[in-house]
């Protein structure tokens, strides 16, 4: 791609009110001039609602001509639905799916026919083939539901081996676990791209309850500077501008093969990293950035 050969993504919800897509429009118009390989929408994520996925796509697909990649989740899905939201996406033109296994709503035990994210890959190639590049999950800190660090290396292999392309991994603030997972990856025999996710920082208490939710560590340093904060967001802001910062540049200087952002549907903040990080930006683009810092 144009970005100094790092694979640049970036990640939208569906929102739920018109104030939310007006949001999400402007998010995703400023960030397309960038130019990125491509955008991603969440599924089921956070309570959004599923068919808001396809709207989105479907909507960005007409406005922008960034390639979009739906999220698809398998949990709790029969096989039938699966394939007729492939058959809809083949029919838009998508190329690629970002599969993952979802979490059940609270109070659901019952997870269907498909348990686990490599079910979902193997029904992606048994009914569409090689159509589909297709991203999957991956858990530098490991997983929050797995047994132990090895076996979730192993079920992350069997959805390689599954036909997955590419990875996406959590967030995560220490760039040591990623480089030590890349590495224990490889000696279990896994080489596919793994694409560090970037949560930017804007807001402590948001970001420290989604954390504990999905198992992503925030350092002790980092969380107590923020917390001493307090409501002074400017300050939050600024310091987490830094933090980030420092671990894309090390991922970067470490040789990961891009960055996928976690936008929340805002563009600010992960477009000033790009220019801060240097990631060839039009100068067009350089220029807005630099008005609105
Ligand atoms: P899997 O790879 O299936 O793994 C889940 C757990 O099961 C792990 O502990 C693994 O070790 C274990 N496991 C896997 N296979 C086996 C097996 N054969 N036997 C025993 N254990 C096994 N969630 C949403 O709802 N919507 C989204 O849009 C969304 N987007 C995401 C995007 C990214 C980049 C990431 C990293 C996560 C996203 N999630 C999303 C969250 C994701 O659904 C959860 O993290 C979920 O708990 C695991 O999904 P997975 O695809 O990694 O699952």
Known sequence: MKHNSLRISFEFYP??????????????????????????????AGGSLQNGTVAVVKELQKSLSVPVAPHLTCINSTREEISSLLTLYKSL???????????????VQNTGELKFASDLIHLIRDTTQDYFQIEVGAYPEF????????????????????????????????????????????KLGIYIPIIPGIMPITHFEKLAR???????????WIAKRLSAYGDDEESVQAFGLEVVYDLCQRLIAGGAPGLHFYTLNQAEVSLRLLKLLNVTVPEAVKYEIEMKA
Do not use: W
């Open 15 to 44: 929102p739920k009110t018109d104030e939310g897509h007006k949001n999400l429009q402007k998010a995703a118009l400023a960030i397309a001039k960038v130019e990125p390989d491509f955008f991603s929408v969440t599924y089921g």
């Open 93 to 107: 033109g998508v190329k690629r799916i970002v599969a993952l296994r979802g979490d059940l709503p609270a109070g």
């Open 143 to 186: 997983h929050p539901q797995s047994q132990n660090a090895l076996d979730d290396v192993l079920n992350f292999k069997k959805k390689v081996e599954a036909g997955a392309t590419n990875a996406i991994t959590q967030y995560f603030y220490n760039p040591d676990a990623y480089f030590n997972y890349i590495d224990y990856c490889a």
């Open 210 to 220: 989604f954390s504990a939710l999905c198992g992503a560590e925030i350092p002790q």
